[in-house]
Each structure stands twice: as C-alpha cells, then as structure tokens.
C-alpha cells in the first residue's frame, strides 16, 4: 500500500499526459519514504468514456483521485501526504483549469479489517 486510482474523463485525454501524472504522483508520495514503502505503491489510471458531469450541457471534465492505505499511520501522517499529493495533481492541472470547466476531487480509504497480499517487490528495495 497505498494504491491509487486516478479516474478521468476521457475529453481530457488529448489536453494532459497522464503518463506523466502517474509518476509526478509517485514521486510526490515517495517524498514520504518513511510512511510509504516503495515496493507497494501502485498508481493507475481509468479513462472513462461514460459519464455525465452537471447537467450535460457542456463538455465539462472532472479527475477523482482515490488513495487507498493500510492503517496505522496517524491522522496528522495521513494529512500531510494526502496534501502533498493532491496540490500535485492541482498543479498537473492547472494549465486546464484555467481554460475549461473541470471538477478536481481526492478521497482516502484506509483499511481497517486485514487484507491479502502477496508481495516480493519489497525484496528489490531492501
């Protein structure tokens, strides 16, 4: 852990390298190698090619972030990497921003129940 889905509308596709977020998001998280491990972290990306945003009208855009952690960090820990990261992705953006209507978003979900992992990335990062 963490995992992180970036879900965006397609119609942003041609406008950003989403290549580029994905390791800028990495980078970002991995500025906290003491509460991220290298060897877990995942990020991807989902275009969505089916979505509706307002009232449909325009061709408005939107990219929710979702940051998926193990517990055990605490709430301060938690905070700072998830602004770190999201002022990354505000700044992936803000080009678009400031020429079309897009909605950014972030949630966390920690877990809280155990979960099932079988893992020997860590290995090349010991």
């Known amino acids: 852990m963490p995992h992180v889905i970036i879900e965006y509308t397609d119609n942003l596709a041609e406008e950003t390298d989403i290549g580029v977020l994905l390791k800028n ?35 408005d855009a939107f990219v929710h972030v979702t940051i998926k952690l ?38 966390i979900f920690e877990f809280t129940r155990a979960t099932y992992k079988q893992n020997n990335i860590h290995v090349r990062y010991k």
């Open 25 to 59: 998001v990495n980078t970002t998280l991995l500025t906290h190698e003491d509460v991220i491990p290298i060897g877990g972290l995942r990020t991807r990306a989902i275009a969505l090619h089916d979505y509706c945003v307002a009232d449909g009208t325009e061709d």
């Open 70 to 107: 193990g517990a055990g960090r605490s709430e301060e820990t938690i905070k700072k990497v998830c602004d770190d990261l999201f002022e990354t992705i505000k700044k992936h953006f803000a080009p678009i921003f400031e020429q079309r209507y897009l909605a950014l978003s972030m949630e």
